[in-house]
């Protein structure tokens, strides 16, 4: 059965973002010598700058809506004077098609994201200046185009095996799986977290305009069903984009 158009987006998008988080752990540790301790201090940094990511998102702004150009106002600050936030997929070819084209700059936005918070990671860490950074940059995205280029030649299960293995051999973990990489994850696992995340939002949204009524002589609809559905949209666009989270098989 066909996937509907924005689920296969969410799954470009979480793809995207946790092959980006390979690539530049197989970097660190190939290029660079980082080892197992330090990758996994810089994977609990990861995430908890994620969560600091999505709180952001999830305070609505002054129009009760998303607050994701603040969010990204502070990725970018985060890398400014450091590294470029720059980070865009490899073409294997030129998109063919509007809906070729949506992929593509959704999941340009995701390794973008995904960049933005390891290079930050790597930042707090191991405390790396403008130079590794820019080295570490560019050597996670000579990974992704070879990732790709595996894709071509061998097919993308043979690649993303080769993928998990380069990772696995770099956290000194042999059962490293990778979470969901191909948005298989389990349906109803997915709406009880959209759910979650739109019950939070939601919430937020509430709080915050009953916090103006009093200011109003006009009523309030808080909940109006499509600007609900709106800001959930939005909101489910970003979370959906932060990626590289594994876990081992128990």
Request: a positive charge; one cysteine or more; glycine letters at 6%.
């Amino acid at each position: 059965m066909k996937k509907p158009f924005e689920t296969e987006m969410d799954d470009t998008r979480q793809a995207v973002g946790q092959i980006v988080g390979l690539c530049t752990t197989i970097a660190l540790h190939q290029e660079f010598g980082v080892g197992k301790t330090r990758l996994e201090r810089i994977k609990a940094r990861i995430d908890e700058l994620e969560n600091q990511n999505t709180e952001v998102i999830m305070t609505p702004d002054a129009n009760g809506r998303p607050s994701k150009d603040k969010a990204e106002a502070i990725r970018e600050s985060w890398l400014a004077g450091c590294v470029s936030s720059d980070y865009r997929i490899p073409m294997v070819r030129m998109p063919r098609g509007r809906k070729e084209q949506q992929y593509r700059m959704a999941g340009d936005r995701a390794a973008k994201i995904a960049w933005q918070i390891y290079a930050k990671a790597v930042i707090d860490v191991l405390h790396y200046g403008p130079d590794r950074l820019e080295r570490l940059r560019k050597e996670s995205h000579a990974n992704y185009e070879q990732l790709n280029k595996w894709g071509h030649e061998d097919g993308l299960d043979v690649a993303m095996e080769k993928l998990r293995r380069c990772a696995a051999d770099a956290m000194q973990s042999p059962d490293l799986e990778v979470a969901d990489i191909d948005g298989s994850k389990d349906a109803v696992e997915v709406d009880k977290e959209f759910r979650k995340q739109q019950l939070n939002f939601i919430k937020r949204v509430r709080a915050q305009t009953l916090g103006r009524i009093g200011a109003t002589s006009q009523p309030v609809n808080v909940l109006a069903e499509q600007g609900v559905q709106d800001k959930v949209q939005e909101i489910m666009q970003q979370v959906s984009q932060q990626s590289f989270e594994r876990r081992r098989r128990r």
